[in-house]
């Protein structure tokens, strides 16, 4: 059974930084793709970064120059450094897999298995 576990959130004043965690368990994909989204309150859950197994990453047009995401493939752990966060950064941030047809998107419906969540917390 495939497991995404995050970590690393936190609170940080504005223009700080986090690096979020994602250790991924349970499978032996060759090829995938695997992203970060947040989910503020009363919101939309949004792609905020995508990667695939070949390494090309993807990200959404209010992280870019911000965030990077990266990964671990012997360690199976994904990555997503944040800096300069906003407030309006503030959000849960899930990590999700996508072991099919991979291809990069942030899109929600792309991906089949998430994890719980690390909450990021960005005052001003």
């Known amino acids: 059974q495939v497991q995404l576990v995050e970590s690393g959130g936190g609170s940080v004043q504005a223009g700080g930084s986090l690096r979020l965690s994602c250790a991924a368990s349970?499978?032996?994909?060759?090829?995938?793709?695997m992203a970060w989204f947040r989910q503020a309150p009363g919101k939309e859950r949004e792609g905020v970064a995508a990667?695939?197994?070949?390494?090309?990453?993807m990200y959404a047009d209010s992280v870019k120059g911000r965030f990077t995401i990266s990964q671990d493939n012997a360690a199976k752990t994904l990555y997503l450094q944040m800096n300069s966060l906003k407030p309006e950064d503030t959000a849960m941030y899930h990590c999700?897999?996508?072991?099919?047809?991979?291809?990069?998107?942030?899109?929600?419906?792309?991906?089949?298995?998430w994890g719980q969540g690390t909450q990021v917390t960005v005052s001003s």
């Open positions: 999700a897999l996508r072991s099919i047809l991979p291809i990069l998107s942030l899109s929600r419906d792309a991906y089949g298995t």
């Open positions: 349970g499978y032996t994909y060759i090829t995938y793709t």
């Open positions: 990667i695939d197994s070949a390494g090309r990453t």
